[in-house]
């Protein structure tokens, strides 16, 4: 019901800027919540950042500060701005949605998207 496509990502130094998206498609749909996760090889997957659909943002602690999630409801898109990058930050970022049938009560699945790929330099 809901497909999620990221985009941006690639290298970056100590320091810099990046800024990954998520566009949600499909049909029927309504959106509670969507976040970004991240994973590095070898370890399981790390939560990052969310944003409810009333706009609230929670972040982890290691990017609080330093990491920003917004949304585009014009584009359907979520977005993820890091800055301060530090190499521990490097990892694949996954794009998370939280949806429900638009027409149905309750319900709700979880969506992931395929992943983009973010290094930071040493």
């Known amino acids: 019901q809901v497909q999620l496509v990221e985009s941006g990502g690639g290298l970056v130094q100590p320091g810099g800027s990046l800024r990954v998206s998520c566009k949600a498609s499909?049909?029927?749909?309504?959106?509670?919540?969507m976040g970004w996760n991240r994973q590095t090889p070898g370890k399981q997957r790390e939560w990052v950042a969310t944003?409810?659909?009333?706009?609230?943002?929670m972040y982890a602690d290691s990017v609080k500060g330093r990491f920003t999630i917004s949304r585009d409801n014009a584009k359907n898109t979520v977005y993820l701005q890091m800055n301060s990058l530090k190499p521990a930050d490097t990892a694949v970022y996954y794009c998370?949605?939280?949806?429900?049938?638009?027409?149905?009560?309750?319900?709700?699945?979880?969506?992931w998207g395929q992943g983009t790929q973010v290094t930071v330099s040493s």
């Open positions: 998370k949605a939280v949806a429900r049938d638009t027409y149905s009560s309750g319900g709700d699945s979880h969506y």
């Open positions: 499909g049909s029927r749909f309504t959106i509670s919540s």
């Open positions: 944003i409810t659909s009333g706009g609230t943002a």
